[in-house]
Structure formats: structure tokens, C-alpha cells
């Protein structure tokens, strides 16, 4: 069966610090990849989604990057964290040839403080 | 722009039923989809309207009116642990998944 692990689970880091959160997908190939950030109150808003490794698109202009350096790895990063970046990130994939077609699997979900 | 419309907040009755409604505005339409979230936790897939109608998955039910723009998720005999937030988001013309903020439900004994 196919599983998603993200992590850190909880983190509080300082303004400017930088940032990794990690995902990883067992049990499928060539998945859509995909970063969320969930703000109280908001919907879903994605950031970056991933269709193969190396291929990222970004959704939203931001501080925040990612990389996809293997098939079922998926790195969310940042140089230089802001205030405005504290929130809950998600991890999904999803089957498919179509993003956002197909159900979306989530991980567990890592929260960020930033002070 | 687009836009998905749910209520923020619902309060209901354990055993009782209950219906969370959607509405949507968005640059086509390529399915519909609630989930659930319990608090702290990530979302989990319900169920998924691509045609219109009625798509009955044991307690819950999702109903879709593409006409109208339409969608609910009816909950039946409600348990305490169906307390959670519920997510409705719609894919639009160009295969992007637009979200709702969710609807807190509250189960009372």
C-alpha cells in the first residue's frame, strides 16, 4: 500500500533562519507531488506542484522553494524564513496524468512558527 | 476570480443529520471534491462529484447541481467523532484545485 511521510512535525524557527520540510511516498511511482500551506481560517493554498523529478512549478511568488532530486522525494525549502511564513504545511500526492485530477493523499502535516 | 463558499461554523446533534453546503464560482469545472479534517491533522478524502446528482458512500452522501453551482455533503447519524472540519474544493478548466476554508463542525451530545 502506498504511504506518505512528511517531516518535521512541529518547528519554531527564528526570522531568517532557514527552512527544510521533507516528504517522501512509498508503495507508487511517478507521482504528483504537490506543497500546501493551510492558514487558519483559508483554504488550501498551493504552492508548488511536481509532475517528475526536477520538474517544479511554483504557484505563488514567495520566499519558498522546492526540489524534487528522486521520484518520491519532495523538499520544501526556504534561505531566509519571514513572519508571514508560519503556518501548515502539507504534503500530498496524487496518481494520474492530470494535476488535481485524482484524490490527493496527504502527509501528516508540519507546523511552522516562525518568531 | 474564483471562489468557493462554505460555512465557516455548524453545531449539530449526535444521531442527528446534517448538511454542509458548497457553493462555487470558477473558471470551469472539472469535479468536485470534500474531505475531511480532523484539528492538527491532515485531510482525508470523502468523495468526489464529477456528474450531477446523488453519490451515496454509507453515512455520508454528496449531492452536486452543476447548474447551479451547487454541492452538499450530508451527514447521517452523526457521531461524536465526525467532529471535524469539512473541506470542499472544485478543480476548474485548467486542471487547479481551488479550496474552500472548510466548515467546522460541531458534534453535541
Known amino acids: 500500500s502506498q504511504t506518505i511521510h512528511q517531516w518535521p512535525a512541529t518547528l519554531v524557527q527564528p526570522v531568517g533562519s532557514p527552512l527544510s520540510l521533507e516528504c517522501t511516498v512509498e508503495?507508487?511511482?511517478?507521482?504528483?507531488l504537490y506543497w500546501y500551506r493551510q492558514a487558519a481560517g483559508r483554504g488550501l493554498q498551493l504552492l508548488f506542484y511536481?509532475?517528475?523529478?526536477?520538474?517544479i512549478s511554483s504557484e505563488v511568488p514567495q520566499n519558498l522553494s522546492a526540489s524534487r532530486p528522486q521520484d518520491r522525494q519532495f523538499i520544501l525549502s526556504s534561505k531566509k524564513l519571514l513572519l508571514s511564513d508560519s503556518g501548515f504545511y502539507l504534503c500530498?500526492?496524487?496518481?494520474?496524468?492530470?494535476?488535481?485530477?485524482?484524490?490527493?493523499?496527504f502527509g501528516e502535516g508540519s507546523r511552522l512558527t516562525v518568531l | 476570480g474564483q471562489n468557493i463558499d462554505q460555512p465557516t461554523e455548524m453545531t449539530a446533534t449526535e444521531g442527528a443529520i446534517v448538511q454542509i453546503n458548497c457553493t462555487y464560482q470558477?473558471?470551469?469545472?472539472?469535479?468536485l471534491f470534500w474531505y475531511q479534517q480532523h484539528a492538527g491533522e491532515a485531510p482525508t478524502f470523502l468523495s468526489y462529484?464529477?456528474l450531477d446528482g446523488l453519490e451515496e458512500k454509507g453515512r455520508f452522501s454528496s449531492f452536486l447541481s452543476r447548474s447551479k453551482g451547487y454541492s452538499y455533503l450530508l451527514l447521517k447519524e452523526l457521531q461524536m467523532k465526525d467532529s471535524a472540519s469539512y473541506l470542499c474544493?472544485?478543480?476548474?478548466?485548467?486542471?487547479?484545485?481551488?479550496w474552500g476554508a472548510g466548515t467546522k463542525l460541531i458534534i453535541k451530545p
Open positions: 462529484n464529477v
Open positions: 474544493a472544485v478543480t476548474d478548466s485548467n486542471y487547479q484545485l481551488i
Open positions: 470558477t473558471s470551469g469545472f472539472n469535479g
Open positions: 511536481s509532475v517528475g523529478i526536477g520538474q
Open positions: 508503495g507508487t511511482s511517478n507521482p504528483n
Open positions: 500530498a500526492w496524487s496518481a494520474g496524468a492530470d494535476p488535481s485530477t485524482g484524490e490527493l493523499f
